[in-house]
């Protein structure tokens, strides 16, 4: 077999009936060109309406899918404790400690005031803790200070050792230094409200924070919580698509215009893109697809691949007609040019299209949805925009006068002697590229699995410099939520129970990273040494059922309104909650943390076992990263397969169509090994890169082997051909390559993690790529000609 | 009107207390900051009472958590009217078992916390409870400790909102009690009487910023021991997080010949036996 026949050179015979209702589509728009592009713009603006409807969620929940079971293991979770909606104040002070009259007076005021927001729960704070105190016979369960108590400096001593004593304080809300101090917010958002609620909370809590800090200059306050999590996963999407898009929309359409010479196609480019982006939200909107701090990118994944279809045809346009170069052509020659330009890139820019296409629809299957949605509508945006491209940009071309710029010879000769370098040493370009390329992705193991979600957000967002702040004074803004089970027979007060929910807790202290735990056992264990005369050598859990059961009694009357401990205790008793509270630790950290604590509870507490299974939001992030990777095996192959079978469609050879898979998956193998190598951090976003950067990978490809399959009907020389097909292909992979790393370069700069990450590897992936299909794929094909 | 709780009826109590006010001389300070037409409702349910001296009831409460989750205490309570300063009270428990002959003491106070004496009957130990919140909750239920407190005319002014329908034959109005205390857990209390019986049939709660928190409601009045009017049912619901408190009373008893040595702190062990 030839080359030439492997290559598929039977075009009518392999393409069939899709090629000849292509035909018929493009006489029908060549005929009535003005009719197409109208048509195009109803089409848009039809599809437009449903932005309308367009909702958008940014809490963080939004990453879990309903049927994720860490998801529904923290719903039940909340159905019995309660949903932490929480805004937490962090209150420092560089010099001394918290317990001064005036840093007390300012945390009560701070305390009583964010009382008094809306939608406020309950209030966690040190002055506002329910302290058991037992002086003789004299037990005191009070709040730890109150406007109008005593500042004198004896008492402030007193109440800074009572303080110091009280482990349920102690690195939870208040340092062990006592210079700083967490005042947390717990919100009771109703369900119609959840998509608002935290943005305009946390503007209000803000601006509370901003009074507070005036007024105590002495202090350092800050805000972070899940609450002002949510607000920048909002703020992200705000400055992604208001301030990153038109920047990359404007730079493409500029380097466009530099690139092509003429007005008139990035006039067209501007119109295919303003449409796409604008139908694919529209449809969005139609079939309830909320935008997320993820999906709002897809408008980067539009314009870009709308502006590669733009370039692509009227590169094919201009070169048409040899003098379009010297002065503006007529309207016919011009509709010639067009006829023309579509007849030789209407079936590559289809099928990238296809190809790029399938490789974002593919992230149906990733674990996440934002992931899901940004593959659904950067998949549907591609089509639409290669549809604008054929109704818009042929009219365009043939209505309005323009001059084409040449491509340099230059560039073209630049890529004929890559081509011939590359096949005089064809063996050793292939082996030594796939030594380099198989060398740099054996690191891929080198990347960490981390989504701690505050690094989703850069040092420009108040949030992760305030959270930051927070888990380095006193930790706990991750934490891992125990829901623990008493045994048949026993309660949530019963000894037996609370001695192992203690061993249990002191043994997740021992863990590294481990700030605080907050059990049961501790607060018993506190109202006894206040009921027993308040020594230290009674701070232990009784051994009678009825005197624990008593004790929580005689607690649980004396809470305010607000503190109860329905959010620590079951009221049947039949199950108490503990709180880990961590430091800044990965996520994989966090899993060991978890299955060390289930394996050391199976050996030493088997009663409780059962029920040491974590849950909460920072349990739910660490497991997503792995189990979208694992989902996402699946697409990725669904993806492989699909765009094979579009290359199996014009190259008929199984072995080429088997090499040109290689050199397109290899590429994003490598980016992986070498971030694994430079970065060695990823995040959930990893698993979405291969299959979406395939897509976009091969469409170069499809242009090269296209163009070697043109060379190869006139010329007989392998070498020559595919030096030859290299120089026809070659500038404008190479453009397109460009305009892709701009553009995916400028999400690359985003202040949110998820999305500039996936940009930074998306222009990694397409550089590499674009080596391959110099390099590599020449080489190979070179080479297969010694098979005939 | 807090009271409702315990004896059943703020209005009984808010007519005792407006009884013991006037024969003091103190009406005119006490209802400074009131509308004169809540004081004139309140006058006219205070002469449907008698003083009782002391009141005994037996109780259920069951309360039921948003999530459904359940559980039930039964005790007894006693007050003892004191016309000159707070009422005494002791709360002894009976049920679940762990908690049988636990009782809780308290002297009502008007500017000053309450006394507050618990006996923990499996430690055979009396402590004084030092703390200035009432509003922690009653036993874990929807209750706070200050419902549970009798009302005290002092420690209210009154607001006269207007008549509402309900289906009294007499019809209804509304009055607001606002507290005076400053660590009181509510802002105000809205309160519907029933005018045909002179009996709260409901009370809605504010927390200390004016937003409803939780809602009282008074059913099954009867007539007990000397004629006094007593609900048997009363429902708190927690507007918020939909958890419900139910009280089932029965045995009510009155003039059984309490004195304040028994409610005396060194006494507070006979009332576990």
Sequence with gaps: MTLERRLGNRKEASLGRFANIMQNLLSILMKRPMAALLFGIMIAAVLSAGTANLGFRSDERVFFSESNEHLQRLRDFEARYGKDDTGVLVVHTPEGTLFTPEHLAALRKMTDDVWALDMVRRVDSPVAFQIAIGEGDEVIIDQLWREGDPTDSAYLKRIEGWAAQTPLLINRILSEDLATALISVTFEIPEEQSEDAPTVLTSVMRERVKQFQEDYPDLEISLSGSVALDSAFGEAAVSDSALLVPIMYTLLLGLMWLILGSWVPVFAAFLVISGAIGATLGIGGFIGIPLTSVSVISPFMITIIAVADVVHMSTAAFQKDATAQQSELGRERRHRAVEAALRKVSWPVLLTSLTTAVGFFSLIFSESPPFQHLGILAG???????????????????????????????????????GYFVTARAKSSVISVLLIAVGIASFIFMNNLDDRYTRYFDNRFEFRQATDRMN????????????????????????????????????????????????????????????????????????????????????????????????????????????????????????????????????????????????????????????????????????????????????????????????????????????????????????????????????????????????????????????????????????????????????????????????????????????????????????????? | MGTLFFNGSALSNLALGAAALMSFGAAQNAWAASDPKAYEIASKVERTYQGYADETVDAVMTIKSGNGSKSSREFEMVTLEVVKGGDLRAVTFSAPTELDGFVSLSHTRFKTPDLQWVYLPEFDRVRRLSSRDKSGSFAGSEFSFEDIVRWELDRYDYEYVGPTKCKAKAGCEVLVNIPRYPHSGYARLVEVIDMSILKPIQITYYDKNNRELKRLEMTGYKKVGNGQMRPMNARMTNLRTGAVTDIKWSNYRFGKGFNQTNFKDTRIRDWAK
């Design chain 1, 380 to 418: 549907i945006g591609t089509l639409l925009a290669m549809v604008f491209t054929f109704l818009i940009l042929p009219t365009c071309l043939i209505v309005f006068p323009w001059r084409g710029r040449k491509r340099a010879a230059s560039m073209q000769n630049v890529f004929k002697r890559i």
């Design chain 1, 472 to 788: 380095s004074l006193i930790g706990g803004f991750y934490v891992v939520e125990y829901d623990l089970l008493a045994p048949e027979g026993t309660n949530a007060v019963s000894p037996a129970y609370l001695e192992d929910v203690d061993a249990l807790a002191e043994f997740i202290r021992q863990q590294p990273g481990v700030t605080h735990v907050a059990n049961h056992a501790d607060r018993i264990k506190m109202v006894n040494r206040a009921f027993s005369g308040g020594q230290q050598d009674k701070y232990l859990i009784p051994s009678s059922q009825s005197q624990t059961a008593q004790l929580h009694e005689m607690y649980a009357m004396q809470l305010p309104y607000g503190l109860d401990l329905r959010e620590q205790v079951l009221v049947d008793r039949s199950a108490s909650r503990m709180t880990v509270s961590l430091d800044d630790r990965s996520t994989g950290e966090v899993l060991s943390l978890i299955d060390n604590a289930h394996v050391w509870a199976v050996e030493n507490t088997p009663q409780l076992a059962s029920s040491v299974v974590a849950t909460g939001t920072t349990v739910m992030f660490s497991y997503i990263g792995m189990k979208n990777i694992e989902n996402m095996i699946l697409g990725t192959i669904v993806a492989f397969g699909a765009i094979a079978v579009f290359l199996l469609l014009v190259q008929r050879s199984l072995l080429i169509v088997s090499i040109a898979m290689l050199a397109n998956v290899m590429p994003s193998l490598v980016a992986l090994g070498a971030w694994g190598l430079l970065v060695g951090e990823l995040g959930m976003a990893v698993s979405t890169i291969v299959a979406t950067t395939l897509g976009i990978a091969v469409d170069d490809t499809i242009h090269l082997l296209t163009a070697l399959r043109n060379r190869l009907k006139t010329m007989s020389d392998p070498r020559e051909a595919v030096a030859e097909a290299l120089g026809d292909a070659g500038p404008g992979m190479a453009i397109t390559t460009f305009l892709l790393v701009v553009g995916f370069g400028i999400l690359a700069i985003s202040g949110f993690q998820i999305n500039a990450w996936l940009g930074l590897m998306t222009a990694i992936v397409a550089i590499i790529a674009l080596l391959f299909d110099l390099i590599f794929l020449p080489a190979v094909l070179f080479l297969l000609k010694t098979k005939y």
